[in-house]
Protein backbone atom coordinates (compact mmCIF):
# COMPACT_ATOMS: atom_id res chain seq x y z
CA UNK A 1 0.00 0.00 0.00
CA UNK A 2 1.30 3.73 -1.42
CA UNK A 3 0.49 6.67 -1.81
CA UNK A 4 1.31 10.04 -1.76
CA UNK A 5 0.04 14.15 -2.49
CA UNK A 6 -1.15 16.32 -4.98
CA UNK A 7 -0.55 20.07 -3.75
CA UNK A 8 0.27 23.25 -5.35
CA UNK A 9 1.67 26.72 -4.47
CA UNK A 10 -2.01 27.93 -4.41
CA UNK A 11 -5.81 27.99 -4.84
CA UNK A 12 -6.67 27.61 -9.12
CA UNK A 13 -3.89 25.58 -10.25
CA UNK A 14 -6.01 23.09 -11.47
CA UNK A 15 -5.28 20.37 -8.67
CA UNK A 16 -9.23 18.86 -8.79
CA UNK A 17 -8.95 19.13 -12.87
CA UNK A 18 -5.59 16.96 -13.12
CA UNK A 19 -6.41 14.78 -10.05
CA UNK A 20 -9.25 13.31 -11.68
CA UNK A 21 -7.55 12.57 -14.72
CA UNK A 22 -5.17 10.86 -12.59
CA UNK A 23 -7.82 8.98 -10.88
CA UNK A 24 -9.64 8.19 -14.04
CA UNK A 25 -6.64 7.39 -16.08
CA UNK A 26 -5.01 4.61 -13.70
CA UNK A 27 -8.60 3.17 -12.25
CA UNK A 28 -9.85 2.51 -15.96
CA UNK A 29 -6.57 0.59 -16.61
CA UNK A 30 -7.63 -1.95 -13.59
CA UNK A 31 -5.47 -0.44 -11.15
CA UNK A 32 -6.41 -0.41 -7.45
CA UNK A 33 -6.79 3.09 -6.72
CA UNK A 34 -8.60 5.35 -3.86
CA UNK A 35 -8.19 8.77 -3.12
CA UNK A 36 -8.72 11.42 -0.30
CA UNK A 37 -9.03 15.09 -0.47
CA UNK A 38 -7.69 17.05 2.68
CA UNK A 39 -9.67 19.62 4.56
CA UNK A 40 -13.54 20.41 4.75
CA UNK A 41 -14.61 19.34 1.51
CA UNK A 42 -17.59 17.81 0.26
CA UNK A 43 -17.84 18.87 -3.62
CA UNK A 44 -14.43 17.51 -4.68
CA UNK A 45 -14.62 14.34 -2.94
CA UNK A 46 -17.92 13.55 -5.23
CA UNK A 47 -16.10 13.70 -8.15
CA UNK A 48 -13.60 11.58 -6.25
CA UNK A 49 -15.87 8.75 -5.88
CA UNK A 50 -17.08 9.06 -9.58
CA UNK A 51 -13.37 8.95 -11.11
CA UNK A 52 -12.85 5.85 -9.17
CA UNK A 53 -15.99 4.14 -8.42
CA UNK A 54 -15.01 3.86 -4.66
CA UNK A 55 -15.66 6.21 -2.12
CA UNK A 56 -13.39 9.03 -1.22
CA UNK A 57 -12.54 10.17 2.37
CA UNK A 58 -11.68 13.77 3.72
CA UNK A 59 -8.53 13.62 5.64
CA UNK A 60 -8.47 17.07 8.18
CA UNK A 61 -4.99 17.53 10.37
CA UNK A 62 -6.96 20.72 11.74
CA UNK A 63 -9.96 18.73 12.71
CA UNK A 64 -8.48 14.92 13.32
CA UNK A 65 -6.24 13.32 15.65
CA UNK A 66 -3.38 11.76 14.02
CA UNK A 67 -4.64 8.40 14.80
CA UNK A 68 -7.87 9.18 12.92
CA UNK A 69 -5.95 10.55 10.29
CA UNK A 70 -4.17 7.50 9.55
CA UNK A 71 -7.13 5.27 9.90
CA UNK A 72 -8.96 6.71 7.18
CA UNK A 73 -6.02 6.57 5.21
CA UNK A 74 -5.81 2.64 5.23
CA UNK A 75 -7.55 0.56 3.31
CA UNK A 76 -6.40 -1.89 0.26
CA UNK A 77 -4.30 -0.15 -2.81
CA UNK A 78 -2.74 3.13 -3.19
CA UNK A 79 -4.10 6.46 -2.08
CA UNK A 80 -3.61 9.95 -3.75
CA UNK A 81 -4.86 12.96 -2.05
CA UNK A 82 -5.27 15.54 -3.41
CA UNK A 83 -4.44 18.86 -1.06
CA UNK A 84 -6.26 22.02 -0.67
CA UNK A 85 -5.35 25.77 -1.12
CA UNK A 86 -1.32 25.84 -1.48
CA UNK A 87 0.44 23.06 0.12
CA UNK A 88 1.29 25.12 3.26
CA UNK A 89 -1.78 26.86 3.43
CA UNK A 90 -3.61 26.06 7.09
CA UNK A 91 -6.03 28.49 9.25
CA UNK A 92 -4.65 31.41 11.28
CA UNK A 93 -2.80 32.52 12.75
CA UNK A 94 0.33 29.21 11.73
CA UNK A 95 -1.29 27.30 9.08
CA UNK A 96 -2.65 24.38 10.92
CA UNK A 97 -3.92 21.90 9.17
CA UNK A 98 -2.39 22.39 6.15
CA UNK A 99 -1.76 20.15 3.41
CA UNK A 100 1.77 20.28 4.62
CA UNK A 101 0.44 19.54 7.76
CA UNK A 102 -0.87 16.20 6.49
CA UNK A 103 2.15 15.04 4.64
CA UNK A 104 4.03 15.07 7.63
CA UNK A 105 1.28 13.07 9.68
CA UNK A 106 1.16 10.39 7.02
CA UNK A 107 4.99 10.41 6.10
CA UNK A 108 3.30 11.06 1.96
CA UNK A 109 5.40 13.03 -0.26
CA UNK A 110 3.90 15.71 -2.41
CA UNK A 111 3.71 15.97 -5.89
CA UNK A 112 3.86 19.95 -7.01
CA UNK A 113 1.02 21.14 -9.66
CA UNK A 114 2.49 24.18 -10.73
CA UNK A 115 0.51 26.93 -12.37
CA UNK A 116 2.97 27.55 -15.88
CA UNK A 117 0.98 30.08 -17.89
CA UNK A 118 2.67 33.37 -16.83
CA UNK A 119 6.07 32.39 -16.28
CA UNK A 120 9.19 30.94 -17.59
CA UNK A 121 12.41 30.80 -15.47
CA UNK A 122 10.50 31.61 -12.74
CA UNK A 123 9.26 28.79 -12.02
CA UNK A 124 12.70 27.25 -10.57
CA UNK A 125 12.37 29.96 -8.01
CA UNK A 126 8.37 29.13 -7.64
CA UNK A 127 9.54 25.29 -7.12
CA UNK A 128 12.81 25.80 -5.30
CA UNK A 129 11.39 27.81 -2.50
CA UNK A 130 8.25 25.07 -2.06
CA UNK A 131 10.80 22.04 -1.63
CA UNK A 132 13.22 24.05 0.83
CA UNK A 133 10.37 26.00 3.30
CA UNK A 134 10.35 22.73 5.49
CA UNK A 135 12.44 19.81 4.55
CA UNK A 136 10.03 17.32 6.50
CA UNK A 137 7.53 18.16 3.59
CA UNK A 138 9.18 16.00 0.80
CA UNK A 139 8.50 17.55 -2.58
CA UNK A 140 8.84 14.38 -5.07
CA UNK A 141 7.72 15.76 -8.27
CA UNK A 142 6.46 18.64 -10.47
CA UNK A 143 3.41 18.50 -12.86
CA UNK A 144 3.29 21.56 -14.97
CA UNK A 145 0.18 22.77 -16.07
CA UNK A 146 -1.60 25.40 -18.57
CA UNK A 147 1.43 24.92 -20.91
CA UNK A 148 1.45 27.17 -23.80
CA UNK A 149 3.49 25.36 -26.35
CA UNK A 150 6.49 22.54 -26.55
CA UNK A 151 8.94 25.27 -26.90
CA UNK A 152 7.29 27.38 -23.38
CA UNK A 153 7.57 23.32 -21.43
CA UNK A 154 10.80 22.97 -22.85
CA UNK A 155 11.85 26.49 -21.37
CA UNK A 156 10.59 25.22 -18.16
CA UNK A 157 11.51 21.95 -17.85
CA UNK A 158 14.96 23.91 -19.04
CA UNK A 159 14.90 26.25 -15.51
CA UNK A 160 13.56 23.11 -13.60
CA UNK A 161 16.66 20.99 -14.14
CA UNK A 162 19.47 22.29 -11.73
CA UNK A 163 16.83 21.14 -8.61
CA UNK A 164 17.15 17.62 -9.86
CA UNK A 165 13.04 17.13 -8.83
CA UNK A 166 11.65 15.09 -11.35
CA UNK A 167 8.79 16.89 -14.13
CA UNK A 168 6.69 14.29 -14.73
CA UNK A 169 4.61 16.05 -17.39
CA UNK A 170 3.66 19.01 -18.92
CA UNK A 171 -0.10 19.68 -19.90
CA UNK A 172 -1.52 21.65 -22.32
CA UNK A 173 -3.95 24.57 -21.69
CA UNK A 174 -7.40 23.59 -22.29
CA UNK A 175 -10.58 24.91 -22.40
CA UNK A 176 -12.30 21.69 -22.53
CA UNK A 177 -11.59 20.92 -18.83
CA UNK A 178 -12.96 24.51 -17.28
CA UNK A 179 -15.75 23.80 -15.58
CA UNK A 180 -18.96 25.80 -14.40
CA UNK A 181 -18.30 27.79 -10.72
CA UNK A 182 -21.20 27.94 -8.20
CA UNK A 183 -21.66 30.68 -4.75
CA UNK A 184 -20.34 27.40 -2.29
CA UNK A 185 -17.81 26.26 -4.99
CA UNK A 186 -18.33 24.05 -8.19
CA UNK A 187 -21.30 22.42 -9.03
CA UNK A 188 -22.01 18.76 -7.54
CA UNK A 189 -21.06 15.75 -10.10
CA UNK A 190 -24.75 14.54 -9.48
CA UNK A 191 -25.64 17.69 -11.59
CA UNK A 192 -22.94 17.34 -14.07
CA UNK A 193 -24.78 15.55 -17.30
CA UNK A 194 -21.49 14.73 -18.94
CA UNK A 195 -19.49 13.85 -16.21
CA UNK A 196 -18.30 10.78 -17.65
CA UNK A 197 -17.13 12.72 -20.77
CA UNK A 198 -15.49 15.00 -18.48
CA UNK A 199 -13.58 12.24 -16.49
CA UNK A 200 -12.70 9.99 -19.50
CA UNK A 201 -11.06 13.48 -21.49
CA UNK A 202 -9.52 14.65 -18.27
CA UNK A 203 -7.65 11.35 -18.01
CA UNK A 204 -6.98 11.00 -21.57
CA UNK A 205 -5.28 14.16 -21.41
CA UNK A 206 -3.41 13.58 -18.31
CA UNK A 207 -2.32 9.48 -19.90
CA UNK A 208 -1.05 11.61 -22.68
CA UNK A 209 1.08 14.00 -21.12
CA UNK A 210 1.87 12.60 -17.46
CA UNK A 211 4.35 9.89 -17.32
CA UNK A 212 1.83 8.37 -14.48
CA UNK A 213 4.71 5.08 -14.54
CA UNK A 214 6.90 7.36 -12.72
CA UNK A 215 4.32 9.46 -10.54
CA UNK A 216 3.20 6.01 -9.04
CA UNK A 217 6.99 4.94 -8.49
CA UNK A 218 7.13 7.94 -6.51
CA UNK A 219 4.32 6.70 -3.81
CA UNK A 220 6.19 6.33 -0.83
CA UNK A 221 4.92 2.88 1.09
CA UNK A 222 2.60 2.98 4.11
CA UNK A 223 1.11 0.64 6.56
CA UNK A 224 -1.83 3.16 8.76
CA UNK A 225 -3.20 1.01 10.97
CA UNK A 226 -7.29 0.52 10.72
CA UNK A 227 -9.34 1.30 13.62
CA UNK A 228 -13.19 0.33 14.45
CA UNK A 229 -15.90 1.42 17.09
CA UNK A 230 -17.39 -1.08 19.13
CA UNK A 231 -20.53 -2.67 17.94
CA UNK A 232 -23.38 -1.22 20.20
CA UNK A 233 -27.37 -1.56 19.94
CA UNK A 234 -28.74 -1.36 17.03
CA UNK A 235 -30.12 2.40 16.32
CA UNK A 236 -31.84 3.21 13.18
CA UNK A 237 -31.00 7.17 11.44
CA UNK A 238 -32.74 8.51 8.42
CA UNK A 239 -30.59 10.78 6.57
CA UNK A 240 -31.69 12.93 4.22
CA UNK A 241 -29.92 12.45 0.72
CA UNK A 242 -30.23 14.11 -2.31
CA UNK A 243 -29.36 17.03 -4.20
CA UNK A 244 -30.63 19.50 -1.44
CA UNK A 245 -28.65 17.60 1.16
CA UNK A 246 -25.47 16.34 0.19
CA UNK A 247 -23.18 17.74 2.39
CA UNK A 248 -22.17 14.20 5.10
CA UNK A 249 -18.75 13.45 5.56
CA UNK A 250 -18.44 9.61 4.95
CA UNK A 251 -16.08 8.91 8.23
CA UNK A 252 -18.95 9.74 10.56
CA UNK A 253 -21.56 7.91 8.43
CA UNK A 254 -18.81 5.16 8.30
CA UNK A 255 -18.40 5.63 12.49
CA UNK A 256 -22.58 5.44 12.85
CA UNK A 257 -22.21 2.35 10.59
CA UNK A 258 -19.19 0.40 12.68
CA UNK A 259 -20.97 0.83 16.14
CA UNK A 260 -24.49 -0.77 15.34
CA UNK A 261 -26.33 2.38 13.34
CA UNK A 262 -28.43 1.27 10.25
CA UNK A 263 -29.05 4.75 8.12
CA UNK A 264 -31.86 4.70 6.60
CA UNK A 265 -31.63 7.68 3.57
CA UNK A 266 -34.43 9.94 2.37
CA UNK A 267 -35.41 12.15 -0.55
CA UNK A 268 -36.86 15.03 1.27
CA UNK A 269 -36.56 17.40 -2.62
CA UNK A 270 -38.96 14.19 -3.55
CA UNK A 271 -41.64 14.40 -1.33
CA UNK A 272 -40.35 11.16 0.67
CA UNK A 273 -41.33 11.22 4.27
CA UNK A 274 -38.55 10.53 7.44
CA UNK A 275 -38.64 6.64 7.38
CA UNK A 276 -39.60 5.11 10.68
CA UNK A 277 -36.28 5.59 12.74
CA UNK A 278 -34.74 6.59 16.24
CA UNK A 279 -33.11 9.85 14.86
CA UNK A 280 -33.45 12.32 11.92
CA UNK A 281 -29.86 13.76 10.79
CA UNK A 282 -30.30 16.43 7.96
CA UNK A 283 -26.85 17.42 6.51
CA UNK A 284 -25.90 20.30 4.70
CA UNK A 285 -26.71 20.97 0.96
CA UNK A 286 -28.20 23.83 -0.99
CA UNK A 287 -31.64 24.07 0.22
CA UNK A 288 -31.86 27.48 -0.43
CA UNK A 289 -31.76 26.26 -4.64
CA UNK A 290 -34.68 24.15 -3.63
CA UNK A 291 -36.72 26.21 -1.17
CA UNK A 292 -39.52 26.87 -2.72
CA UNK A 293 -40.15 23.01 -3.86
CA UNK A 294 -38.78 22.23 -0.15
CA UNK A 295 -41.88 24.36 1.01
CA UNK A 296 -44.44 22.66 -0.81
CA UNK A 297 -43.23 18.93 -0.10
CA UNK A 298 -46.39 18.19 2.43
CA UNK A 299 -45.30 14.55 2.65
CA UNK A 300 -42.08 15.83 4.04
CA UNK A 301 -43.01 18.79 6.10
CA UNK A 302 -45.95 17.01 7.77
CA UNK A 303 -43.74 13.97 8.81
CA UNK A 304 -40.76 15.46 9.73
CA UNK A 305 -43.34 17.77 11.92
CA UNK A 306 -44.66 14.14 13.30
CA UNK A 307 -41.20 12.51 14.04
CA UNK A 308 -40.20 15.67 15.93
CA UNK A 309 -43.22 14.54 18.80
CA UNK A 310 -40.95 11.40 19.20
CA UNK A 311 -37.13 11.20 18.26
CA UNK A 312 -34.60 13.60 18.32
CA UNK A 313 -34.22 15.08 14.99
CA UNK A 314 -30.77 17.14 14.23
CA UNK A 315 -29.77 19.30 11.19
CA UNK A 316 -26.31 21.10 9.97
CA UNK A 317 -26.45 24.17 7.91
CA UNK A 318 -28.75 23.75 5.55
CA UNK A 319 -30.43 21.57 7.21
CA UNK A 320 -30.64 23.60 10.16
CA UNK A 321 -32.21 26.15 7.58
CA UNK A 322 -34.43 23.75 6.56
CA UNK A 323 -35.48 23.12 10.34
CA UNK A 324 -36.42 26.81 10.87
CA UNK A 325 -39.43 29.23 10.05
CA UNK A 326 -38.73 30.82 6.95
CA UNK A 327 -36.21 30.39 4.45
CA UNK A 328 -35.46 33.50 1.88
CA UNK A 329 -34.00 33.22 -1.35
CA UNK A 330 -31.76 35.40 -3.46
CA UNK A 331 -34.48 36.78 -5.25
CA UNK A 332 -35.90 37.85 -1.51
CA UNK A 333 -39.07 35.42 -1.60
CA UNK A 334 -39.71 33.92 1.57
CA UNK A 335 -40.69 29.92 1.89
CA UNK A 336 -42.02 28.64 4.93
CA UNK A 337 -39.55 26.00 6.55
CA UNK A 338 -40.85 23.03 8.94
CA UNK A 339 -40.99 25.73 11.93
CA UNK A 340 -39.47 23.49 14.23
CA UNK A 341 -36.88 25.88 15.26
CA UNK A 342 -37.00 29.85 16.11
CA UNK A 343 -34.76 30.14 12.64
CA UNK A 344 -35.48 32.49 9.95
CA UNK A 345 -32.19 32.68 7.63
CA UNK A 346 -32.45 35.02 4.36
CA UNK A 347 -29.69 34.71 1.20
CA UNK A 348 -30.90 37.93 0.14
CA UNK A 349 -27.92 39.98 1.04
CA UNK A 350 -25.38 37.17 1.36
CA UNK A 351 -22.34 37.64 3.61
CA UNK A 352 -19.86 34.79 3.72
CA UNK A 353 -19.43 32.76 6.88
CA UNK A 354 -15.99 30.90 6.84
CA UNK A 355 -13.70 29.25 9.12
CA UNK A 356 -12.77 26.43 11.64
CA UNK A 357 -15.05 26.20 14.64
CA UNK A 358 -14.68 24.69 18.26
CA UNK A 359 -18.19 23.71 19.59
CA UNK A 360 -18.70 23.08 23.07
CA UNK A 361 -22.30 21.50 23.85
CA UNK A 362 -24.53 23.36 26.30
CA UNK A 363 -27.47 21.31 25.41
CA UNK A 364 -26.20 17.80 24.69
CA UNK A 365 -28.13 16.64 21.85
CA UNK A 366 -29.12 12.43 21.72
CA UNK A 367 -27.40 12.52 18.11
CA UNK A 368 -24.52 14.66 18.80
CA UNK A 369 -24.10 12.40 21.69
CA UNK A 370 -23.96 9.42 19.41
CA UNK A 371 -21.30 11.47 17.36
CA UNK A 372 -19.20 10.72 20.12
CA UNK A 373 -19.69 11.06 24.37
CA UNK A 374 -17.23 14.01 24.57
CA UNK A 375 -19.34 17.53 24.76
CA UNK A 376 -16.42 19.13 22.30
CA UNK A 377 -16.22 19.05 18.69
CA UNK A 378 -14.14 20.24 16.21
CA UNK A 379 -16.71 21.52 13.20
CA UNK A 380 -16.29 23.77 10.27
CA UNK A 381 -18.95 26.52 8.96
CA UNK A 382 -19.01 27.46 5.45
CA UNK A 383 -22.65 29.76 4.50
CA UNK A 384 -23.61 32.76 2.95
CA UNK A 385 -27.16 33.17 4.60
CA UNK A 386 -27.38 35.33 6.95
CA UNK A 387 -29.49 34.81 10.31
CA UNK A 388 -32.57 37.30 10.65
CA UNK A 389 -33.88 35.90 13.94
CA UNK A 390 -32.63 32.94 16.08
CA UNK A 391 -34.87 32.80 19.07
CA UNK A 392 -34.35 29.88 21.60
CA UNK A 393 -31.76 28.16 23.21
CA UNK A 394 -28.31 28.38 22.00
CA UNK A 395 -27.11 24.49 21.37
CA UNK A 396 -23.18 25.22 20.77
CA UNK A 397 -20.27 27.90 22.37
CA UNK A 398 -17.92 27.98 19.97
CA UNK A 399 -14.55 29.49 18.99
CA UNK A 400 -12.85 30.06 15.96
CA UNK A 401 -9.44 28.56 14.68
CA UNK A 402 -7.44 30.97 16.57
CA UNK A 403 -9.26 30.66 20.09
CA UNK A 404 -10.99 33.64 19.78
CA UNK A 405 -14.51 33.18 21.71
CA UNK A 406 -17.70 33.79 18.73
CA UNK A 407 -21.36 34.22 19.61
CA UNK A 408 -22.84 30.81 20.89
CA UNK A 409 -24.34 28.88 17.77
CA UNK A 410 -27.53 26.86 16.97
CA UNK A 411 -31.09 26.34 18.76
CA UNK A 412 -32.26 23.47 20.78
CA UNK A 413 -36.10 23.32 20.74
CA UNK A 414 -37.03 19.79 22.84
CA UNK A 415 -36.10 16.94 20.54
CA UNK A 416 -34.94 19.29 17.84
CA UNK A 417 -32.02 20.59 17.59
CA UNK A 418 -29.23 21.98 14.68
CA UNK A 419 -26.40 24.77 14.09
CA UNK A 420 -24.92 26.27 10.86
CA UNK A 421 -21.29 24.38 11.84
CA UNK A 422 -20.54 20.82 10.26
CA UNK A 423 -19.10 18.74 12.71
CA UNK A 424 -16.20 17.05 11.68
CA UNK A 425 -14.88 15.27 14.74
CA UNK A 426 -15.05 14.54 18.73
CA UNK A 427 -11.92 16.65 20.55
Request: charged share 20%; proline share 7%; aromatic share 6%.
Amino acid sequence: MGGLILAAPSSGAGKTTITLGILRALARTGQNIRSAKSGPDYIDPQFHAAATGRPCVNLDAWAMTPERLKSLASGEGDLIVEGAMGLFDGAPPLGKGSTADLSKTLNLPVVLIVDAKSMSQSVAALVGGFTAHDKQVKVVGVILNHVGSERHADMLKTALAPLKIPVLGAIPRSAELSRPSRHLGLVQAGEMPDLESFLNLAADIVAKHVDLCSFKALMSRSDWPATSAEKAPTLRVAVAKDEAFSFTYPHLIRDWEQSGVTILPFSPLANEPVPEADRVYLPGGYPELYAATLAQNKTFMQSINSAAQSIEIYGECGGFMTLGENLIDADGTSHKMAGLLGLTTSFRDRKLHLGYRTLTQLAPHPLTQHMSPTITFAAHEFHYASTLSAEGTPLFNATNAEGTALEPMGLIEGRVAGSFAHIIDPI
